[in-house]
């Protein structure tokens, strides 16, 4: 008997448009996008601003409808009562409720997730104490730094242990010390078997923490998989540092390279092939130039990135 | 459900009882009623009557005042200030939210109503005047006429802006108390056009004069028991209908 293992989230061809604007012109959000997310993984929602992330994410957690397509969330449709039980949320740039205390709010949210009575003020502490923010728990909300309200934002997402936690923008408006503790939290979420979605455009947090990412550019995906499918590792080209080059073969080595770059007596060689190599190297040893260094360099994620939102311009996603 | 209804009411008293703008209506309210105090030496023996109706009048206008001006914004805010969005990605339903919103603006406006008449008997002990209890029912009507006017502001507070909101609700308040008016004007407007609007107008804006007994109170009137019991099924009912509109127009909303 095989076990047919349901996606955690998925949609199915779904878009989302709106009317916007004095004329009511019709905006294309979203565009037949499809994605799937396991149990267990964390998956980064990769996009630049004004892609679709938030307007995905807000059917996810059924704040708002598709125009057509579906999405579903464990299993069933996101506006579920059911669903939600078992979903926490952090919205992007949140903003609570600033005359509450941090207690406050914590309990009210904890109330209205289900959490029975009894257990509110354990699980209020637990939270405090896991963004570190004790020190500010009967303090009102209003004098909150974006930063404290983002570590109150990620408490009331985790208060009452969802399986499954979609965040848009988590990183927004923390420090790099703040960054380090949320990458921990979320890697410790996925430890506990929790499904992680997030959103984001800090490329650095996803290389450093997702299983599989999505890349969405105008409403559309055009890009899904595991980080090491993606950037395959293969060499995309090579960079080669040479010193004391004259003027007169320095027209010759740039012809070569794809791209040159000056600083003091270094010149900077970046070229595609290993013949390129050898024809710089010719050159250099003519020009009785020392080679400081040549390194080959593959993919990053945000030349990646950056290749596929400019591609996908081109076609018109954007 | 009633557990999530009563956090989300419970929060919205807490956040009107945090936000200054009651305390100092009622504060202004109570100064109001006091100032009564002045008006009796000059009072040619109608002194009682007025500092009475002074007082109940003042409940009623800072009363409506709250629920306008709190009640036009309660949903709107949460939208505006996107805490909706906290609110909605649980498991609460749309229907409790626009019921838990309710439920707090009427729980802010009945300590307001308890507030304010404590503050009119005091006036009343203050002033020499007898405290009759049988003053209570015109408070008692004036809170079944804020229990419209705070569906028509928490309606109306679902789909536009707070100062809208505030504009309308104070535009049906006025014409809900001169809904008469209507009906004459349609009796003696020969134009058929105006006839339909007036009648449509009577029938489906609420009758708050219905509510309005502090006259018959403050002049020692016989009350009739069955007009209020009517006028109260009248403001459930009505009361009821406005909240459905109110669900039906939230429930389709995107955020």
């Known amino acids: 008997m095989t076990v047919v293992n349901q996606p955690v989230i998925e949609t199915v061809r779904l878009s989302k448009s709106y009317r916007t604007g004095f004329r009511m012109k019709r905006v294309q959000a979203l565009s037949e996008l499809n994605l799937q997310v396991e149990q267990g993984e964390i998956f980064g929602f990769l996009g630049p601003n004004g892609a679709g992330k938030t307007t995905t994410i807000k059917i996810l957690i059924g704040l708002a409808q598709p125009s057509s397509g579906f999405a579903t969330v464990l299993g069933r449709a996101p506006r579920d009562p059911r669903v939600k039980r078992r979903v926490g949320f952090l919205p992007e740039s949140p903003y609570f409720y600033e005359y509450l ?6 309990a009210l949210t904890a109330q209205l997730s289900g959490v029975s009575r009894s257990e509110i003020p354990g699980r209020v502490r637990q939270m405090l104490k896991l963004v570190r923010m004790e020190h500010a728990a009967h303090q009102q ?3 909150f730094s974006r930063g404290m309200l983002q570590r109150i934002g990620i408490a009331q997402a985790l208060i009452h242990d969802p399986e499954v936690v979609i965040l848009d923008e988590p990183m927004g408006g923390l420090d790099p010390i703040g960054r380090k503790e949320f990458r921990d939290i979320i890697v410790s979420l996925r430890e506990q078997g929790k499904t992680v979605f997030f ?4 490329l650095a947090d996803v290389e450093m923490i997702c299983d599989r990412v999505g890349i969405i550019v105008g409403g ?4 899904i998989g595991r980080l090491s499918e993606i950037l395959t590792g293969e060499v995309e080209s090579i960079e080669i540092t040479l010193q004391g080059v004259s003027g007169k073969f320095r027209k010759g080595l740039e012809r070569i390279a794809q791209r040159s770059i000056e600083s003091g007596d270094l010149l900077l060689l970046t070229v595609k092939s290993e013949e390129d190599v050898e024809r710089v190297l010719a050159i250099a040893r003519e020009a009785q130039a020392k080679v400081r260094s040549i390194i080959p360099r593959s993919l990053t994620l945000e030349e990646f990135f950056m290749a596929r939102v400019k591609s996908a311009g081109r076609n018109g996603g954007v | 459900m009633l557990n999530r ?3 989300i009411a419970f929060n919205t008293f807490r956040e009107s009882v945090r936000d200054r703008v009651l305390a100092a209506l009622i504060v202004i309210a109570i100064l109001v009623m006091a100032s009564a105090k002045v008006i009796q030496p000059v009072a040619l023996g109608e002194a009682e009557k007025i500092i009475k109706d002074l007082g109940l009048s003042a409940i009623t206008l800072f009363c409506v005042l709250i ?10 805010r949460e939208v505006e200030k996107r805490t909706i969005y906290l609110l909605l990605a649980r498991p609460v339903r749309r229907y409790e939210f626009i019921i838990g919103k309710y439920c707090g603006m009427m729980l802010v406006l009945g300590v307001s109503l308890v507030l304010m008449t404590a503050g009119f008997y005091l006036v009343l002990l203050l002033t020499g005047v007898k405290p009759e209890p049988r003053l209570l029912w015109a408070v008692l009507m004036t809170g079944f006429e804020l229990a419209i006017l705070t569906a028509v ?14 504009v309308f609700t104070f535009v049906v308040y006025f014409i809900g108390h001169s809904t008469q008016l209507l009906r004459q004007l349609a009796a003696i407007s020969p134009a058929p056009i105006v006839k339909f609007i007036g009648m449509f107008l009577y029938y489906v804006l609420p009758n708050l004069n219905n509510f309005n007994i502090r006259g018959d109170v ?9 007009a209020m019991v009517l006028s109260i099924a009248y403001a459930l009912v009505y009361t009821f209908t406005l909240l459905l509109i109110a669900i039906f127009v939230f429930n389709r909303r995107d955020f």
Not at chain 2, 70 to 75: A, E, K, M, Q, S
Not at chain 2, 153 to 166: E, Y
């Open chain 1, 101 to 106: 205390t941090a207690v406050e709010f914590l």
């Open chain 1, 141 to 143: 909300m209003r004098g």
């Open chain 1, 199 to 202: 959103s984001t455009h800090i």
């Open chain 1, 220 to 223: 559309k995906m055009v890009e």
């Open chain 2, 5 to 7: 209804i009563w956090g």
């Open chain 2, 67 to 76: 629920a306008i001006l709190v009640g036009g914004r309660i949903v709107y």
């Open chain 2, 153 to 166: 502001a928490v309606l109306f507070s679902t789909f536009v802006t707070p100062i809208a909101s505030a």
């Open chain 2, 218 to 226: 403050v002049h020692n009137a016989p009350l009739n028991p069955l």
